[in-house]
């Protein structure tokens, strides 16, 4: 299989995040590591870093979002769009992904996956969450 670039990593990590949200909402058990394999043959471990990290804080961050989603919470997003903006969350404030990157991925992600609103929303979070991170800094 040929080596993925961290974009193309992201992907996956969203597929599973997106997956993950699926069975919760329907109670459906699940083993995340099962589900990495399936979304991913190879073992990766920025993708389980990633989505262990978010399934980690998933409560923090979707605090943080809902706090900057205006007039609006996270779970009322599509699942697609809210795997996006929770790893976006994630790499800002949880890795060493540079701030830049971690914002510009998202939005690519979302131009994809999201409608504009939407993704103008995820946007308009990782900016406020990118600039309350560098005055605090």
Known sequence: MKHMTRSELRKKIMTILYQINV????????????II???????????????????TNINKINELANKYLNKWTIDRLGFTDQAILRLGIYEL??????????????ID?????????VRI?????????????????
């Open 23 to 34: 069975y919760n909402s329907n109670k459906i058990d699940y083993n995340v590591d099962d």
């Open 109 to 117: 992600l979302a131009k994809l996956y999201s409608d504009d609103d």
């Open 37 to 55: 394999s399936e979304v991913l043959e190879i073992d990766n471990d920025f993708v389980k870093d990633a989505v262990y990290g978010v399934l």
């Open 121 to 137: 929303m995820i946007n308009g979070v990782l900016d406020k969450l990118y600039h309350e991170k560098v005055d605090n800094e």
């Open 93 to 106: 404030l949880y890795t060493d992904t540079p701030e830049v990157v971690a914002i510009n991925e998202a």
